[in-house]
């Protein structure tokens, strides 16, 4: 009977001491692959990254309190999340993914957590932002921090040396030094949305109206004949400033957002549209811009609507011409549900510069013609012959 205890007795303790022997194995095999495993010189900064480019869907940056979240769709598709679901830059996107696949380590540094600070990596948040890959789940796959960048020394030889920033990744103590910057990272929207809203060439703009809602005296309508815009049947003493009138023409050659804003929100339900524009076409299609302003910050909405072509002479000039302006109109036309869908959901908030050309009163395209020079009266010669020549 006590040799059996014995026996039982013993084989617990066996059985504890491969326990303690398993746990004390696991524990420093993970402190070695935290403390053993750095990244060498001219590797990765993520080695596996490009193994895992398929499965990002979402991507989060923060700095300095504020937060950009990108998320990826069903038809992979970028959008931004943080403000209601907006189109990314697709390029933008691609761009970050590839940089980040592309850092390389110039140098690894410090592991010790007190020596953070001097690197900008105090903390759980890097002073030049945080970086977070993760799934469609929203399980991270990779978590980065950016430190500060390394100031360039006060030498000839600085240019050559490049400056670089301080990178610390999740569950890796070490501080890494990378010639990679990534400068252009922030949470601004027109950093990743998609800020090209409409583009339309001056050549294909027929007409031109603009509603002044408060004022309507200085409504009008612009009409091109050959290549010049005007205002019609102006009085004879009035005529065009014709780079304005120009300008006004081609206000939807470029027209870029710097944010963007749900029609249904508090900023966008408190704004006043009072002037209307709108540009036909020869193609068919009709953009319509609606503009707000609001002390120093300039709002537009979009839409768009078809109606028949205007083919010029040049496009009856032949068959092949008239075809080829025929299948521009039936792409114009395809086109606009696509904008308007698009478009509809959104108020656009844009430069001073590209309202100020939505805007312009009928005053500001006209001038009084200058009045034409009198002739001057004929000199009237003075007799010169002496008065006895009468006599």
């Known amino acids: 009977m006590k040799i059996g205890k014995l026996i039982i007795l013993f084989i617990i303790a066996l059985a504890l001491c491969i326990l303690a022997i398993v746990a004390w194995q696991k524990q420093h095999t993970t402190g070695a692959r935290q403390t053993k495993e750095i990244i060498e010189a001219g590797d990765p900064l993520l080695p596996t990254l490009p193994d895992n480019v398929g ?41 970050l993914i590839f940089e980040l696949t592309e850092i390389r380590v110039a140098d690894a540094l410090t592991a010790r957590e007190e020596k953070y600070s001097e690197f900008g990596l105090a903390g759980e948040a890097g002073e030049g932002g945080t970086i977070v890959l993760a799934d469609s789940k929203g399980k991270p796959i990779r978590t980065v921090l950016l430190g500060t960048e390394r100031a360039r020394p006060d030498s000839p030889d600085a240019p050559m040396m490049g400056g670089g920033r301080y990178f610390r990744l999740s569950r890796d103590p070490h501080v890494y030094l990378a010639e990679e910057n990534l400068y252009w990272l922030d949470t601004d929207t027109d950093t990743w ?12 703009v027929a007409w031109v109206d603009v509603d002044h809602v408060t004022t309507p005296s200085q409504s009008y309508r612009l009409v091109e004949t050959n290549g010049s815009y005007a ?86 000039a032949s068959t092949e011409s008239l075809a080829a302006a025929r299948k521009a109109a039936d792409a114009a036309k395809d086109a606009v549900p696509v904008f308007n869908e698009r478009h509809s959901p959104w108020v656009y908030q844009v430069q001073e510069w590209t309202a100020r050309n939505l805007v312009k009163e009928r005053k500001d395209l006209i001038e009084p013609k200058p009045k034409p020079k009198e002739e001057a009266p004929a000199e009237v010669k003075e007799e010169t012959e002496p008065a006895q020549a009468q006599q």
Not at 248 to 271: F, Q, Y
Not at 278 to 283: D, E, G, I
Request: glycine residues 6%.
């Open 231 to 316: 205002i019609p049947d102006l009085p004879d003493d009035t005529k065009m400033k014709t780079s304005e009138a120009s300008a006004v023409a081609g206000a939807l050659s470029s027209v870029r957002m710097t944010n963007v804003l749900k029609t249904d929100s508090d900023i966008a339900d408190a704004l006043k549209f009072n002037v209307a524009y709108k540009a036909k076409t020869r193609q068919g299609t009709a953009y319509a811009v609606k503009e707000a302003h609001k002390g120093d910050d300039y709002y537009v909405t979009l839409s768009a609507e078809y109606d028949e072509p205007l083919f010029s002479d040049q496009d009856h």
């Open 193 to 204: 949305a998609d800020t090209d809203l409409v583009s339309v060439s001056r050549d294909d």
């Open 55 to 95: 499965d990002i869907a979402r991507i989060t940056f923060q700095k300095e309190g504020k937060e950009i979240v990108l998320t990826c769709g069903d038809s992979n598709d970028w959008t931004i999340e943080t403000i209601g679901g907006y189109p990314a830059n697709q390029k933008k996107i691609r761009q």
